[in-house]
């Protein structure tokens, strides 16, 4: 019986110090949190050019290098034409971004991103005009309509009247600080 009494204790101290870490000035998202929300959302199919052509998007990577104040995102692209599937990578391109938190949503979007690197070998190695504007169009739309994380119910809850100041990314994590 004491035993059972203690480990109730324990737990419901846990839970204690876990309502009061996130009550604290901010709260904190690994890059494996923000991999797993963004993996169930791909791959993602984008048709071009009246259906003649689509575009896939394949394999997000995320990280969040030490020192860096910017997402990295890395994807495959499938392009799909007459007789060939987009789901097949033929390419891949990364970028950087920052992030912002959208009400409307109640996800961290990203915020000024960057196409860093693109390379696709079906293309000659180089992007044309009509993958590049695709992919651009796609970015801004991205960044505008969908979050990479969305924050549940239950979190948002929990912060009952604080609001969320702003976001920064730093030491590996993102950081979402909160104020009354």
């Known amino acids: 019986m004491a035993r059972g009494v203690a480990v109730l204790l324990f737990l ?12 604290g000035d901010s709260l904190a998202f690994t890059q494996a949190q923000l ?14 050019a009246g ?9 997000p990577r995320l990280s969040i290098p030490p020192g860096d104040d910017r ?3 890395a ?13 097949t990578p033929a390419g891949r391109f990364a970028l ?8 409307a949503t109640r996800g961290l979007h990203l ?14 190695g180089t992007m044309n005009a009509t993958v590049r504007d695709a992919l651009n169009a796609w970015l801004l739309d991205y960044a505008r309509n969908e979050p990479v994380y969305r924050l549940d119910d239950g979190l ?17 994590q993102v950081r979402i600080e909160l104020e009354n």
């Open 35 to 48: 991999q797993q929300q963004l993996e169930r959302r791909f791959p993602r199919d984008y048709p071009q």
């Open 75 to 87: 994807f495959d692209v499938g392009i799909g034409t007459l007789g060939r599937s987009s789901r």
């Open 111 to 124: 915020d000024a991103p960057r196409l860093e690197d693109v390379a696709v070998p079906a293309l000659g």
């Open 12 to 23: 419901l101290l846990a839970g204690c110090a876990g309502v009061t870490a996130l009550l």
């Open 96 to 103: 950087t971004s920052g992030l912002r938190f959208d009400p």
């Open 51 to 59: 259906g003649l052509l689509s575009l896939s998007l394949l394999n």
């Open 156 to 172: 948002l809850a929990r912060l009952g009247a604080r609001r969320i100041a702003r976001t920064r990314i730093a030491d590996g």
């Open 71 to 73: 997402l990295h995102v």
